[in-house]
C-alpha cells in the first residue's frame, strides 16, 4: 500500500486554508490508499497556524510545522520534503489555483513508474500582469538557464521517494525549487492544467519577491551573469584598443586638437557604470558562497503537531 505525501506551504493563507483542505476531503483523499498532509507556516502574521491545528484536529492524517519566523517560500517547501513519510510527495498551493483532481493525475502517473511528475500549465485565468511577468520569467530560463523547463512553467509537482532523497541533498538557501527538480533528472512525465484565478485572499507574492526569484533562478543555475561580464571586458577591450591606436596614429600625424570633451565623458560614465553592474554580478555570487560557508540550516522549527524529530536543518 502506497503513501502520498501532499505538502503545502502555508503564508498569510487564513482565508483559503480551511477551503484547501474541504475540497481535498472531498475530491482526493477518499481515493487514496494512504495519505499524509504537511501544513508548513512559513512564519504568517494572521491566524493560519491556528486554522492549520483546527484541520490537524479534525484529520489525524494532517501534520503542521511551523516555522520560527518567515523563511521564505523555497525553505517552506524544503521543509515539507524533508519531514514527509511519505513513498512520493507532491507540492500543493494553499490558495486553490490549481484544481485538485490534478493530484490523482499526477499519482496515477507515478503509479507507471515516473519518478518525477510535473503539472505544466497550458493555460492561466490570472491578472494581466501576473501573466505578463510569468511568461517573461519562463522565458528567461528556457534561454539561459534550463531549455527543458516547460514553455508556461510549474508549480506543482510529484517526487518519487528517491528524488525526495536526491533532493533533500539540494539544501541551498537560495535557490528555485522548480529548476532543482529539473536538475536531479530522473525519469519524468508531465500532466497539464489550467492555473484558476485567485477568489479569495491576497496573494503575498510582491515585487521584490518576484525580483529574488529571477536572480536566485539565473545567479544558482547559469554562468550567464558571469559570461556576461567576460564578454563585455573583451569587447571593451578591443574597442578601446583599436581607440588608443587611432589616437596614437593621429597624435603622430599631428591631427589631434583639443576637443572631445564630451564623448570622452560618454565613455568614462558609461565604462563606470558597467564596472559597477559587474561588481554587483560578481557580488551576488560572493554574497551566496559567504551564505553558505555560515552554514546556518535552511529553517528552523518552533512547533509541531503530530511532530517529528526534525526541529532544525
Excluded at 513519510?85 to 490549481?98: F, I
Excluded at 510529484?158 to 538557501?173: G, M, Q, T
Excluded at 503575498?204 to 519577491?209: E, L
Excluded at 518552533?302 to 524529530?309: A, F, M
Aim: positive net charge; proline residues 3%; glycine residues 6%.
Amino acid at each position: 500500500m502506497s503513501k502520498l505525501s501532499i505538502i503545502i506551504p502555508v503564508y498569510y493563507s487564513a482565508d483559503t486554508l480551511m477551503d484547501c483542505y474541504n475540497d481535498l476531503k472531498e475530491v482526493v483523499l477518499p481515493k487514496l490508499e494512504c495519505y499524509e498532509i504537511v501544513l508548513v507556516d512559513d512564519g504568517s502574521g494572521d491566524n493560519s497556524y491556528e486554522i492549520c491545528k483546527e484541520i490537524a484536529a479534525i484529520d489525524s492524517n494532517v501534520r503542521v510545522i511551523k516555522l520560527s519566523r518567515n523563511f521564505g517560500s523555497h525553505a517552506a517547501c524544503y521543509a515539507g520534503f524533508v519531514t514527509c513519510s511519505g513513498d512520493c510527495a507532491m507540492l500543493k498551493t494553499a490558495d486553490c489555483q490549481e484544481p485538485s483532481s490534478l493530484i490523482l493525475d499526477m499519482y496515477e502517473s507515478w503509479k507507471k513508474g515516473n519518478k518525477v511528475v510535473l503539472a505544466e500549465r497550458a493555460g492561466r485565468k490570472e491578472r494581466f500582469s501576473q501573466t505578463i511577468f510569468s511568461n517573461s520569467y519562463y522565458k528567461i530560463v528556457r534561454a539561459f538557464v534550463n531549455k527543458k523547463m516547460p514553455q508556461m512553467g510549474f508549480d506543482c509537482f510529484l517526487l518519487d521517494r528517491r528524488a525526495i532523497e536526491a533532493l533533500k541533498l539540494l539544501d541551498e538557501r537560495h535557490s528555485a525549487m522548480a529548476l532543482q527538480v529539473l536538475w536531479i533528472g530522473f525519469q519524468s512525465s508531465t500532466v497539464t492544467y489550467v492555473k484558476l484565478a485567485r477568489t479569495k485572499g491576497k496573494s503575498r507574492w510582491t515585487a521584490s519577491k518576484k525580483i529574488k526569484m529571477v536572480v536566485d533562478s539565473v545567479v544558482g543555475f547559469s554562468p550567464a551573469p558571469v559570461r556576461f561580464v567576460e564578454l563585455f571586458g573583451v569587447l571593451f577591450a578591443a574597442a578601446a584598443g583599436v581607440w588608443g591606436l587611432w589616437i596614437l596614429i593621429a597624435r603622430l600625424m599631428g591631427n589631434i586638437e583639443i576637443q572631445g570633451w564630451t564623448a570622452l565623458m560618454i565613455v568614462v560614465l558609461f565604462s563606470s557604470g558597467m564596472i559597477m553592474l559587474s561588481l554587483g554580478i560578481l557580488g551576488e555570487y560572493i554574497w551566496r558562497t559567504f551564505d553558505v560557508v555560515q552554514n546556518r540550516p535552511v529553517y528552523i522549527v518552533e512547533e509541531e503537531v503530530n511532530p517529528k524529530d526534525n526541529s532544525i536543518k
